[in-house]
C-alpha cells in the first residue's frame, strides 16, 4: 500500500471536522505533562470542543481549500488543534482558562468565524464570555431599569396607603 494511501483517510478526518467547526485554535502543547494534558482534553471535551494532534502537512493539506487555510502558515512545530463545533469562542476560552495553569501551553494561532487571528488575538478572543453569559448579562441590564420602576412606583402606593 502507498503512503499516500495510508494519509488519506487522516486528511479527510481533519477535513470532516474543518467542515463542521467555526473555529480553530492552534497551540504548542510542548512540555506539558501527562496529567495536564489529560485535564486539558477533558475540559475541551465538556465544552464541546475536538481536540487532536496531527501531523503539520496533514493539516497543511487539509486546510487547503478552508476557511482555516490561513493557520498554514503557523505550522510548524508541535502543533495540536482545536475545533470549536458548536461554540466558536469556547476553543479559545477553554485554551485561555487552562493556559493560566499550564505555563507551557502557547498559542500559535486562530481562525474564529473565518477570520484569522495571531496568538495575541485569539487570547483576546478567549477572554470573550459565552454566548449564554452575554445574553444574561444583556437581559439582567434590560430588565434592571423596568424592577426599580417597579420598586419606586410600589413604595409610591405604600406611602399613599399610609397616608389615607
Same mark, same amino acid.
Given at each position: 500500500m502507498a503512503k499516500i494511501e495510508l494519509k488519506q483517510p487522516v486528511v479527510e478526518e481533519i477535513k470532516g471536522y474543518a467542515e463542521k467547526a467555526t473555529s480553530a485554535v492552534l497551540? #504548542? +502543547?510542548?512540555g506539558l505533562t501527562v496529567a495536564e494534558d489529560t485535564e486539558l482534553r477533558k475540559k475541551l471535551r465538556a *465544552? !464541546? $470542543? $475536538?481536540y487532536k494532534v496531527y501531523k503539520n502537512t496533514m493539516l497543511n493539506f487539509a486546510f487547503k481549500g478552508t476557511a482555516f487555510e490561513a493557520l =498554514? &502558515? #503557523?505550522?510548524? !512545530?508541535p502543533t495540536a488543534v482545536a475545533f470549536g463545533v458548536e #461554540? *466558536?469562542?469556547a476553543? *479559545?476560552?477553554?485554551?485561555?482558562e487552562c493556559s493560566k495553569t499550564m505555563p507551557k501551553l502557547e498559542y500559535k494561532s486562530g481562525v474564529v468565524e473565518g477570520v +484569522? +487571528? #495571531? =496568538? &495575541? !488575538?485569539?487570547?483576546?478572543i478567549g477572554s470573550i464570555p459565552s454566548r449564554e453569559v452575554l445574553i444574561s &448579562?444583556?437581559?439582567g441590564s434590560l430588565q434592571a431599569p423596568i424592577a426599580n420602576l417597579a420598586r419606586v412606583l410600589k413604595q409610591i402606593a405604600e406611602k399613599k396607603e399610609g397616608q389615607a
Amino acid at each position: 500500500m502507498a503512503k499516500i494511501e495510508l494519509k488519506q483517510p487522516v486528511v479527510e478526518e481533519i477535513k470532516g471536522y474543518a467542515e463542521k467547526a467555526t473555529s480553530a485554535v492552534l497551540v #504548542d +502543547y510542548r512540555g506539558l505533562t501527562v496529567a495536564e494534558d489529560t485535564e486539558l482534553r477533558k475540559k475541551l471535551r465538556a *465544552a !464541546g $470542543v $475536538v481536540y487532536k494532534v496531527y501531523k503539520n502537512t496533514m493539516l497543511n493539506f487539509a486546510f487547503k481549500g478552508t476557511a482555516f487555510e490561513a493557520l =498554514s &502558515k #503557523d505550522l510548524n !512545530g508541535p502543533t495540536a488543534v482545536a475545533f470549536g463545533v458548536e #461554540d *466558536a469562542t469556547a476553543p *479559545a476560552r477553554v485554551l485561555l482558562e487552562c493556559s493560566k495553569t499550564m505555563p507551557k501551553l502557547e498559542y500559535k494561532s486562530g481562525v474564529v468565524e473565518g477570520v +484569522y +487571528y #495571531d =496568538s &495575541k !488575538g485569539i487570547q483576546t478572543i478567549g477572554s470573550i464570555p459565552s454566548r449564554e453569559v452575554l445574553i444574561s &448579562k444583556l437581559l439582567g441590564s434590560l430588565q434592571a431599569p423596568i424592577a426599580n420602576l417597579a420598586r419606586v412606583l410600589k413604595q409610591i402606593a405604600e406611602k399613599k396607603e399610609g397616608q389615607a
